[in-house]
Each structure stands twice: as structure tokens, then as C-alpha cells.
């Protein structure tokens, strides 16, 4: 069997063009590439170069969730893997994870809609305007221990040799009393290290002390570093770029994290297509 699947993807790839963020999510107002925008660009180029695409289920797993009102919501991730065949039967394969939440059976549908489009733009490189990379920032590492990390019994622990004393020297006197942090009085290296405590414990950042990159960093450090999920959640909530992250998105970002059962803002807070409102694009990279 030849190979002729590299050749074929590599003329795809060649022929396609960018595709634009055109349609817009009528609850939170951000723009998003669509499954349709997707098929439609890439439908007549696969034909043109003899390729297509055969999905398989991977895994799948399904979640019930209640909304504040009491109403049920159906949540399924699954992960897909498409096939992408040419016409000697030579094949390259991706693997994606689609996410769908709905109140009926459309949970599923939406989900592979999600890692069907996704599969072909990051397999086809597709190209659209991306956030400023986080690389560019750079941030301080907490040493704080995560809250689910167990601690580890190790047993008693020997005790060391007792040093030798020399003779005891003169009893001071009491210190005096060290008054209440108080922030007007401080020094400026310490207001900066109280500031960044408060911002980065996982409470929600005040009007006054918020700017695009402590939303930033906080977030990332809440998705555990994982600059692909914090990337996405900005852009389904309207800020395509870093510069575009404002207070009000950086808020719903961060109860959507805090709070991921309860009730969205609006009746599709995971919409994400035009294919029956297609949910919330998490999972993947910004593309």
C-alpha cells in the first residue's frame, strides 16, 4: 500500500484558507468559527483531493446536572477518533474530546460536533486570529501546597543528637509588642507581596485590583497551568486576545470554574455552534 494519505493532506492544507470567526453567541456576545463555517471550507478541497474522514468512540462518559430552577442537564465527553483516509487506503488518525451538554438527547450530537471540528482544524493547521501566547508573561511559581494534596505519614522521625551547650547568655528583655499589619504604613516590596497573596488565592479579583494579566495568571493557575483550557475559556466568554479580557469576562470565566453546576447565565451557556446551539468549546485549543 502507498502512502498517498501525506501527500493528500499536505494539498489540502495548501489549497485552505483561514476561516473567520463570523457567527456570534447571542447569550455571552463572543464570536466563535462554526461547524458549517468549518465543513463548507473544507468539504470541496477533501472532495478535490480524494480524502475523507470516519469517525470512531473512543470512550464516553455522562454526567447529570441540575440547574438552579431544577431542570436537568445531560453532559457527555467523549472522545473521538477520526480516520482520515485517501484513496489507496493509506490513513492518518486523530484523536479529540468533544464535550455537549443539553436537556434532551442532543448532548451527544453536540459533542462529536465539537471534536469533529476540532480534528480538522488542528490536524489542517487551519489558521484564525489566537490570543497573545502566555509564553510573553511570565509569572511567579506558588509554593503553595494544593488542598487535595494528602499529606504523608513517614512515621516518627529520629531524633537528632543533642548539641553541645555553651553556658547560657544574659536574659534580654521583652520585645516589643509589633503593632497590626498595617498596608498605608508598609514598604512597597511588602504591599506587593500582601497584593499578590490576596489575588492569587482563588478568590475572585476586586474591581479596583484587577488587570488583564492577573485574570490571566489567576485562571491559569486554577486550570493547574493548562494554558489550552485557560486559552479556551476566555474565548467562549468574548476575549479572543489577551487585550480583550475585561473585567466582566474575566468574572463569568471565573464562576463558570467555581461554580460548574449551577445554571448559566444564559439558556445555552455551552453553546458553541450553529449545529443545534453547539455547547461550550472547552476542551480544546484556542485555534
Known amino acids: 500500500m502507498s502512502n498517498n494519505i501525506y501527500m493528500a493532506m499536505a494539498e489540502v492544507m495548501r489549497d485552505v484558507e483561514a476561516i473567520g470567526k463570523d457567527q456570534k453567541n447571542q447569550q455571552q456576545g463572543f464570536k466563535f468559527r462554526g461547524i458549517d463555517d468549518v465543513y463548507n471550507a473544507v468539504h470541496p478541497i477533501f472532495a478535490k483531493h480524494g480524502v475523507f474522514t470516519v469517525p470512531t468512540l473512543l470512550a464516553e ?63 489542517l493547521c487551519i489558521p484564525t486570529e489566537d490570543m ?29 543528637k543533642p548539641e553541645p551547650t555553651s553556658p547560657a547568655a544574659p536574659k534580654q528583655a521583652d520585645k516589643p509588642v509589633v503593632p ?28 479596583g485590583m484587577f488587570t488583564m494579566r492577573r485574570a ?48 448559566p447565565d444564559g439558556p445555552e451557556l455551552f453553546e458553541g455552534d450553529s449545529l443545534d446551539k453547539v455547547p461550550f468549546e472547552a476542551s480544546g485549543a484556542i485555534a
Request: charged share 25%; glycine share 8%; with cysteine.
Open 216 to 263: 490571566w495568571n489567576q485562571i491559569l493557575e486554577i486550570c493547574s497551568g493548562d494554558k489550552d483550557f485557560a486559552k479556551g475559556l476566555f474565548e467562549q466568554f468574548g476575549a479572543p486576545t489577551s487585550e480583550e479580557i475585561t473585567y466582566d469576562i474575566y468574572k463569568a470565566v471565573f464562576n463558570a470554574i467555581k461554580n460548574p453546576t449551577g445554571e
Open 61 to 123: 462518559r455522562t454526567e447529570e446536572r441540575q440547574t438552579r430552577n431544577g431542570g436537568n442537564l445531560i453532559y457527555r465527553i467523549l472522545t473521538m477518533k477520526y480516520t482520515f483516509y485517501a484513496s489507496d487506503g493509506s490513513n492518518v488518525e486523530a484523536v479529540v474530546v468533544g464535550e455537549g451538554m443539553d436537556s434532551g438527547d442532543k448532548g451527544a450530537n453536540k459533542g462529536m460536533a465539537i471534536a469533529h471540528k476540532y480534528a480538522l482544524l488542528q490536524t
Open 132 to 160: 497573545v501566547d502566555p509564553d510573553s508573561e511570565s509569572q511567579d511559581p506558588s509554593n503553595k501546597k494544593p488542598d487535595n494534596q494528602a499529606s504523608i505519614s513517614r512515621g516518627p522521625e529520629r531524633q537528632p
Open 180 to 207: 497590626p499589619y498595617d498596608p498605608a504604613k508598609a514598604s512597597m516590596p511588602k504591599v506587593a507581596s500582601t497584593t499578590k497573596a490576596i489575588i492569587m488565592n482563588s478568590n475572585l479579583i476586586v474591581p
